[in-house]
């Protein structure tokens, strides 16, 4: 099953985390009762309080850190996990869209839009606003997403990092 199929819009009981390395620094991985909630990727403004992602333990997350090991090591381009996303309808249509942008290519955030049936005009902005919003980083691919004229627009970790993950993926900007 591909990662953004399983969704949870329940309330959780339990949530954990674990820190996992990267060749983007830690990055924080935090389930909600089992399943994968949020892939923090290191902020260079601030480091993430843990202690409100619950308990720190690898229990429940080693498919998750796997599955992310073998994404920076170039052998996965999809991901399989059982996933709890939370959000307004409009954010978990947008990024239910942003599963289906293939490993190596990129959409813009009107593209996206298209692909949704929405208006670009008029409904680009609150796309890239939902993109923007995403806690599934890397998982929920939203670094996939660039502006109209094919540069690469704001990053929650940064533009460098969502370079780094266009460039790993051998993506070609046009």
């Not at 924080?28 to 909630?37: C, K, N, R």
């Not at 308990?55 to 994404?71: K, N, S």
């Not at 813009?108 to 680009?124: E, H, I, K, N």
Request: some cysteine; proline content about 6%.
């Amino acid at each position: 099953m591909r990662a953004g199929l399983v969704v949870d819009r329940a309330g959780a009981t339990t949530t954990t985390h674990t820190v996992v390395s990267s060749p983007l620094g830690p990055v924080v991985l935090v389930a909600e009762d089992g399943m994968l909630s949020r892939v923090l990727l290191p902020d260079t403004r601030r480091a993430p309080e843990l202690e409100l992602f619950g308990e720190r333990t690898d229990e429940g997350l080693q498919d998750a850190a796997r599955q992310l090991a073998e994404y920076f090591a170039g052998e996965r381009t999809v991901f399989d996990l059982p996933l709890h996303q939370v959000g307004s309808p409009f954010q978990l249509r947008v990024w239910a869209g942003l599963v289906t942008i293939p490993f190596g290519e990129t959409r813009t955030y009107g593209q996206l839009a298209a692909q949704l049936g929405l208006d670009p005009r008029t409904t680009s902005r609150a796309v890239g606003s939902a993109n923007g919003s995403n806690p599934l980083a890397i998982v929920v691919p939203c670094h996939r997403v660039i502006g109209a004229d094919g540069t690469l627009t704001g990053y929650a970790a940064g533009v460098e990092r969502k370079r780094f993950l266009l460039d790993l993926e051998g993506t070609r900007l046009f």
